[in-house]
């Protein structure tokens, strides 16, 4: 507890013993002194309630106690007092919904018993009910008209104000209650009527005036909105005409504003000089006729004078005011008070109300002034016929003049205009029976159905969209991929995925199953939707995926037996439900399969969150009724599973959202994201939050025991650990020169985690004393094993990186130049998935570079797209005229790329080293693995990322090596394709004149020359 939190303790327990004593003189002024320093304590309104109660005013101490539970609705003192004031007062039915109420926030156990034994006593003459809540939302400082009628629900209801500085407040309010009460047609009711919940909840809005003429009717939900209660009937008249979804029969209803008259000290009163006005001075005001009419009035008496309560809200009008104040010669004749507080002591000494307005809703003002007995003069603004009596309302100035001047002055008969019209009360019991009249539609049980079919429709709309797409475009958006091979590569940490039966639970359109289903897993996904289903089965078709099923079903009824699956997981499915469901569906999950992986959005990443806010205030958020989470623990444990593990991942997802606000931000967001993927240790980075957990005790242990010995789960033969293996890893770096780069790599190398690997270093022919200084500074850490290749000339990257294969002694080959970064997490990542892969699958996991320039990562990733087939790359490649696939920074079984490399060095070598090609060379060796069926199927990876420096002296940027090496890539696909019949010589001339475009008439004559030059050197050499 802090020094400020210590103190309002002792404070607190002084004013409880001056009240314990009788003290209560003392009591009240301490607690008036506390009130100056400390606001907003509930605490206070119930010390001063119980002060009243003592001295018998018990309609004040009511009014304070409810007071209280305005600011904390939990209060249990304050509830508590109330049930024992309503006992006092012999409403025992009052007492017994206060003290249910007490007793299920009440955490003491004396406390507890003591209630308990009143609930007892009353019970016996009182119905036992459990009240329905009410939330109210409302934005701060707006809250004004609200408190009356929530105090004066208190007794039937459960009530809870809201203001909403966070849309999450509504989300939680809107779960917490059965009746949502939206005081404003702002942001919040468009927020609540398009939420999740709003099917299920009953909605109530309330629509004033000046929202009438804002496009807020507009975005809202109406179908979702059970009634919308005017202020006045010509407010709804204009409203109804400007948006029609609110003139749903039934739907709408007009309450008027109602004044408690118990605030208002009446008293009959007489002509006098003393004009009133209270409200802010904007153009709705009319402030223009508020100076004429004192104006006209002064230049008959000089003793009228105009008493302004209020404030300008806009500027301009201050300026008007005291520029006009002077030349009307009126300075002493108008009083500025600024806004009051006290409306009921400051209007004691006025004559007159006055309002200028154009249009009003319906004008608390004016009527709290006729409560007090004053008499009204109000022009007639749009709709103040329907509130007023035409005696009250005036047209002209002279109108007005003369109104103020007539002996008619009736006290009582404006106070009682109030009593039968506009009273709290009659608005109150109005209320009550539109309340009374949804009491019999609210459903207090489950909302799964309503709720599904909701989730469904939205996703419906997306996945409609996305019907127009074809396959490849849906698989490779990168957001999606890169998020998908991070969750890959977070199961693959626990798990092997090859012959694990994997269900996913709302599929989507199914992007999930290339991962799983080329990781040799038995795959199958459901959905709700049919449109999602039917994009999934068109996929799964494009990529010829084996082992895939897809189907329609529901997560809440899973139609498989017990345990049917090694792995149950959903993404981005339960953040759209409620507690409740999220733990139904979360059981379901647990039943059909041994393991759950659950993944939501993450409460911890703030670009996630300031974006959706931004989406839903702008009307752009398209995925309704979302939550987010920091934990799933207490969920896990509620549907009965052990939470195994959790963390996040999303670090490019993350990003994409930035897109939504700016999207010069995403680049700078991701490089720095990227950035502190390859620095950090343990940091969360990203916008998903990955939950694994399971029912069952043995399967925990099997998990646990699995991570204790750096080991997996593995599911070839029933559920067992597989220990943890690091294969030998030969990293092959030439160089040529690059002493620059030394300290770097150095550095970079000596941080990889990853326990069994060698450096091969092949000196290209380097000029400078590159080579002395890397042994030098290799030879200072320890346990890397490190060779040293020298060649005497300067051979290029394809001679130098076979002659590192023949030395090298890893069972995987990673080809990296010195002047990029590798990912120190890399190896054993790529390792974890290296074993869902047999030597027969002939797939290729290509690693994307990460661009750096001179500041660092700049967020720019050059990504690799999934197509069918090796050979749709090399159409990709020519069609290009660049490569498509990288092999550095990748790990290959040395055995497989020694055999084909040698025999590509055979075929093309002579060529490479006569032409002194410097580009494109890597690329070939691609080219000739996916040719030779040594690799198939290229599924890209993002889990670990090539810092890739990148310059405009770069070899690949150098126009002279593009234009002499890409046309030996081209030739050599060309030649390829055209044997095997995969193009034709249309095809061909399409190429040409690609490149004709591409690099202009002279560069594009150069790179043809060369490229017919090198077809006709390949035309007798056969794949």
């Known amino acids: 507890m802090n020094d400020l939190e210590l103190k309002k303790k002792r404070f607190k327990e002084l004013i409880e013993e001056l009240i314990n004593d009788g003290d209560l003189e003392s009591a009240e002024k301490y607690l008036n002194e506390y009130e100056k320093s400390i606001t907003g304590d509930a605490d206070v309104y119930s ?13 004040e101490a009511e009014r304070y106690f409810k007071k209280g539970l305005l600011l904390e609705y939990n209060n249990v003192d304050l509830l508590y007092n109330l049930a024992k004031l309503k006992m006092h007062l012999n409403d025992g039915g009052t007492a017994l919904k206060y003290l ?51 105090m004066g629900l208190t007794d039937e209801y459960e009530t809870r104000k809201v203001i909403v500085n966070n849309l999450k407040q509504i989300d939680e309010g809107m779960e917490w209650a059965d009746i949502c009460w939206f005081e404003w047609c702002d942001e919040l009711v468009i927020y609540g009527s398009k939420h999740l919940l709003a099917e299920k909840k009953k909605v109530i809005c309330r629509l004033h005036s000046y929202e009438a003429f804002t496009d807020y009717p507009a975005k809202v939900n109406w179908a979702n909105v059970d009634k919308v209660i005017f202020v006045a009937k010509h407010i709804y008249d204009i409203v109804a005409k400007r948006f029609s979804g609110i003139k749903e029969k039934g739907k709408s209803i007009v309450i008027n504003n109602g004044i408690d008259l118990n605030k208002f000290t009446f008293k009959n009163r007489c002509k006098g000089f003393d004009v009133a006005y209270v409200g802010y001075i904007n153009y709705k005001k009319g402030p223009m006729l508020l100076l004429q009419l004192i104006k006209a009035l002064v230049d008959i008496d000089k003793r009228y004078k105009l008493h302004i309560a ?59 002034a006729m409560a007090k007995g004053i008499k009204p003069v109000i022009h007639c603004f749009v709709g103040a016929k329907d509130i007023f009596e035409n005696r009250y309302l005036w047209t002209t100035i002279n109108t007005a003049v003369e109104m103020v001047l007539s002996n008619e002055y009736n006290s009582l008969e404006y106070r009682r205009f109030i009593e039968g019209n506009y009273s709290l009360e009659i608005q109150i019991k109005k209320i009550r029976e539109l309340l009374n009249s949804l009491g019999n539609m609210i459903e207090i049980n489950s909302i799964t159905s309503k709720q599904t079919t909701q989730v469904k429709s939205v996703w419906d709309k997306i996945w409609s969209h996305y019907k127009s797409e074809g396959p490849v475009k849906i698989a490779n958006e990168p957001g999606g991929m890169v998020l998908r091979s991070e969750f890959i590569d977070l199961l693959n940490n626990f798990f092997v995925l ?32 049919k449109d999602a289903i039917d994009l999934a089965r068109k996929l799964s078709s494009f990529y010829s995926l084996k082992n895939c099923n897809f189907k329609l079903g529901d997560g809440f009824d899973l139609s ?38 659950i993944g939501v959005p993450y409460s911890g990443s703030k670009i996630y969150s300031v974006a959706k806010k931004f989406s839903q205030k702008t009307g752009t958020w398209e995925y309704g009724y979302e939550r987010d989470f920091h934990t799933l623990g207490h969920l896990f444990e509620k549907a009965g599973l ?22 010069g931000a995403y680049e700078v967001a991701l490089g720095e994201n990227i950035a502190r993927l390859f620095l950090s240790d343990n940091e969360k980075i990203g916008s998903w939050l990955i939950s694994i957990g399971t029912l069952s005790e043995q399967y925990s242990e099997i998990f646990n025991k699995a991570r204790q010995l750096k ?108 002047d990029d970064i590798i990912y120190r997490k890399g190896f054993k990542k790529l390792i974890n998935d290296m074993g869902n892969f047999s030597n027969s699958d002939s797939i290729h996991i290509p690693v994307s570079c990460a661009l750096m320039d001179e500041n660092g990562y700049n967020g720019q990733i050059w990504y690799h797209s999934i197509l069918p087939s090796a050979a749709d790359y090399l159409v990709e490649e020519v069609l290009s005229l660049c490569g498509k696939v990288s092999i550095i920074n990748t790990l290959f079984k040395k055995e497989m790329l020694i055999q084909y490399y040698e025999e590509l060095s055979t075929l093309l070598g002579g060529i490479i080293k006569k032409e002194k090609i410097k580009v494109g060379e890597d690329t070939v060796v691609f080219d000739f693995l996916a040719m030779r069926g040594a690799i198939y199927r290229i599924l890209p990876v993002y889990y670990t990322l090539r810092g890739y420096r990148f310059s405009r002296q770069s070899f690949s940027r150098n126009l002279h090596y593009r234009l002499n090496g890409i046309p030996l890539t ?54």
């Open 310 to 368: 209020g404030v300008f809200q806009d500027e301009r009008y201050k300026l008007y005011y005291k520029q006009m104040i002077e030349e009307m010669g009126i300075k002493d004749n108008v009083i500025f008070y600024g806004w009051v507080d006290d409306i009921d002591k400051w209007l004691e000494d006025k004559n007159y109300i006055v309002s200028t307005s154009v249009l009003e809703g319906h004008p608390y003002s004016v009527m709290e």
């Open 498 to 529: 090859k012959s694990a039966k994997i269900l996913e639970v709302g599929c989507g359109g199914g992007q999930f199953s290339l991962e799983f289903c080329l990781r040799n897993a038995f795959y199958e996904g459901i959905d709700l939707s």
């Open 47 to 59: 010390m001063k309630g119980i002060i009243r109660f003592i001295e018998g005013k018990y309609d």
């Open 970 to 1023: 081209i030739a050599f696909n060309i030649n390829y394709l055209l044997g095997e019949k995969l193009i034709d010589n249309h095809f061909e001339n399409t190429v040409k004149e690609k490149v004709l475009s591409t690099y202009g008439s002279e560069m594009g004559n150069i790179f043809l020359t060369n490229y017919e030059r090198y077809r006709e050197m390949l035309k007798n050499i056969i794949i």
């Open 642 to 663: 052990k939470l195994l593990y959790e963390d996040v991942i999303g670090y490019q997802s993350e990003c994409q959202y930035l897109k939504r606000i700016n999207l």
């Open 100 to 150: 249910v109420r007490a007793l299920f926030y009440s955490s003491e156990d004396e406390l507890k018993r003591e209630i308990r034994d009143l609930i007892s006593t009353l019970k016996g003459d009182n119905e036992m009910e459990i009240p329905k809540k009410i939330v109210f939302f409302v934005k701060p400082g707006l809250d004004n008209f609200i408190n009356d009628i929530i």
């Open 560 to 597: 498989y037996p017990n345990g049917q699956f090694d792995i149950v997981f959903n993404m981005d499915v339960i953040e759209h439900f409620t507690d409740d469901d999220i733990i139904k569906m979360l059981k379901e999950m647990a039943r059909a399969g041994k393991y759950v992986v």
């Open 711 to 818: 080991g997996r789960v593995e599911f070839s033969k029933g559920v067992k650990v597989r220990e943890g293996k690091n294969p030998s890893v030969s990293i092959i770096i030439p160089f040529y020169n690059g002493s620059e780069y030394v300290a770097g790599l150095v550095e970079n190398l000596s941080q990889i985690e990853y326990d069994n690997f060698e450096v091969v270093f092949v000196n290209d022919g380097s000029e400078e004393n590159t080579e002395e200084i890397l042994k030098k500074e290799m030879s200072a850490i320890k346990n890397i094993n490190t060779t040293f290749i020298r060649f005497d000339d300067n051979r290029g990257q394809f001679f130098s990186r076979l002659e590192g294969i023949k030395h090298s002694s890893g069972e995987y080959v990673f080809f990296h130049d010195m």
